[in-house]
């Protein structure tokens, strides 16, 4: 090294290097690294390989419909990565970009020469058409889960309301239970139930919130799916029990399940089995009835099967279904000597010829999609990413919904036993201090961890990298990333049909039509 360069060397470290500070430990030096060959999400590495040896990675940039015409633009991988680390990050916000631009590992291990600016990303996705962006994403969305689909699942469909406080396209004042007032959209989601992995997701105005806006959606993403691949059942909550939508479905010969909204006609319903018996078991303390129910406004008789439970205690009622409050009647006979029983009812509506006890259990089972919202919203930023044209809010939700599916699946290579959510899955499996080195060509990530389980993760994540590798290794005559992805499909198939309680798996298996 030349004296020139020696002096600057010198002169950078004094620059860097603080005089010290004061602590309970003592005066300690404090040094300042501008260029950063260290990373907080030191672990993401196995996540990389994941993506790459699968290949999802790698076609999600080839069909990005991204263009530039200016040589000094940022490619697609910076601009793909860049909000791939912020996603990661649960970032809600573009501005939240700035936190990750000092990573000095892993934009490197995705192909990005850097991470670019918030403003970038904002232009960049600009730049995306919006049929030509809905259809890309639409499409990596429904591949990420299309090889999974050939057990029987069940297609939760549902609506949430994200409150906004801008000016945004969409933003609507509507039915908004927790901002009563406030603009809002609303997110129409497919998800697959048990494995809260995301089918599909529309961002509209806060306005069409109701189930008839969800209706083309759904129908949409049936259509989609060939024959072997269709859900053994669709499922609500009483938004969705609406004649067109129950008759589309019936054309297409698409079991259902929904919860009917407790209308004069329906209560009157309830009113008219109260007394009989010939109750019959539904399952953790409800009991439920049969019957046939033609509403205002169908066009046919349906099956509807009233489910009740008693409710102890003085206090009767406290609860709320979409809005409404949850019906209960009180029974006295006093001339018997009996006290007063309350019972909560909820009535549900089907095509099906499931038995009442499995119709319970199976309606009981959809509380966990609202676990999936609560997820996406709260800890992956969902909702997020907003801007004043909805066309990029659009992108945004499929965005981030596709990310949640990979690491979603990738966490679950990682951890077979049970679903982690990413409150926990991020500091166990993502978050270590790693620092990269480079010698004789061959780079280095030392990985210092920050979490108590850090042994554990270190053997979750080495045990995945093998099994990737083994399948890479099985797949080299075809020398396709496809064939890998594939291998790790048949492998979740296994993993996840152990979500589902045994009961449920059964029961869909033994009724592939489910129709009465």
């Known amino acids: 090294m030349g004296e020139s360069k020696v002096k600057l060397a010198k002169h950078r470290e004094k620059l860097l290097t603080c005089a010290g500070v004061q602590t309970m430990a003592g005066r300690v030096q404090v040094r300042w690294d501008t260029e950063s060959t260290a990373t907080p999400m030191g672990q993401l590495a196995y996540f990389i390989e994941f993506l790459t040896l699968t290949g999802l990675w790698s076609r999600w940039l080839e069909s990005c419909p991204l263009r530039y015409s200016s040589p000094n633009a940022p490619t697609k991988a910076e601009v793909m990565g860049t909000w791939l680390l912020s996603i990661l990050s649960g970032h809600k916000r573009y501005s939240h970009v700035t936190a990750i631009r000092c990573d000095g590992v892993n934009p490197g291990l995705l192909g ?71 603009p809002s959209h609303s997110y129409h989601t497919y998800l697959m139930a048990g494995t809260r992995l995301v089918l599909g997701v ?43 939508l129950m008759t589309d479905l019936e054309a297409r010969r698409q079991p259902y399940l929904f919860k009917l909204k407790l209308t004069k006609n329906v209560k009157r319903h309830i009113s008219s089995l109260f007394r009989q018996s010939g109750w019959t078991d539904a399952g953790q303390g409800w009991e439920g009835m049969d019957g046939n129910l033609a509403l205002t406004g169908w066009e046919t008789r349906r099956r509807v099967v009233v489910i009740r439970r008693p409710l102890t205690g003085e206090v009767m009622m406290s609860a709320e279904d979409n809005g409404q409050q949850v019906l209960a009647f009180i029974e006295a006979d006093k001339k018997a000597g009996k006290g007063i029983t309350g019972y909560e009812y909820a009535v549900l509506v ?10 319970g259990q199976l309606y009981r089972d959809r509380a966990d999609a609202e676990n999936a919202f609560d997820e996406l919203k709260n800890q992956w930023g969902w909702g997020g990413f907003t801007t004043h044209d909805l066309h990029r809010c659009q992108l945004a939700s499929r965005a981030v919904a596709l990310v949640y599916n990979w690491w979603s699946l990738f966490v679950r290579l990682a951890h077979p036993e049970a679903r982690r959510e990413a409150i926990t899955s991020r500091p166990w499996l993502m978050s270590s201090v790693g620092r990269r080195t480079e010698h ?13 389980h850090f042994e554990k993760a270190r053997a979750a994540l080495m045990r995945v990298s093998a ?23 048949d492998h979740l198939k296994y993993v996840l049909a152990g979500i589902a309680p045994p009961c449920v798996y059964r029961l869909l298996e033994n009724n592939a039509a489910g129709i009465g």
């Not at 919130?209 to 499922?235: E, F, I, N, Y």
């Not at 089907?350 to 119709?359: A, Q, W």
């Open 112 to 182: 990005m020469g850097k991470v670019i600016s918030e403003d970038a990303l904002r232009n960049a996705l600009k730049r995306i058409p919006e049929t030509e962006g809905t259809a890309w994403l639409d499409t990596h969305l429904s591949d990420s889960m299309a090889l999974l689909l050939d057990a029987p699942w069940i297609l939760d469909t549902d609506t949430t309301v994200k409150p906004l406080y801008g000016h945004q396209e969409g933003a609507v004042i509507s039915y908004n239970p927790r901002k009563p007032g406030r």
């Open 202 to 244: 529309e961002v509209r105005a806060g306005n069409e919130h109701t189930a008839k806006h969800t209706q083309s959606g759904l129908l949409q993403t049936l259509d989609d799916l060939p024959p072997s691949k269709k859900p053994q059942l669709v499922r609500g909550d009483s938004a969705f029990g609406n004649d067109p």
């Open 350 to 359: 089907t095509n099906t010829d499931y038995e009442i006890l499995s119709l």
């Open 440 to 452: 004789a060509g061959q780079t280095t990530i030392t990985l210092t961890g920050l979490h108590a």
């Open 467 to 489: 099994l990737l590798q083994g399948w890479l290794a099985e797949a080299a005559e075809q020398l396709t990333s496809t064939t890998v992805w594939r291998r790790v499909c």
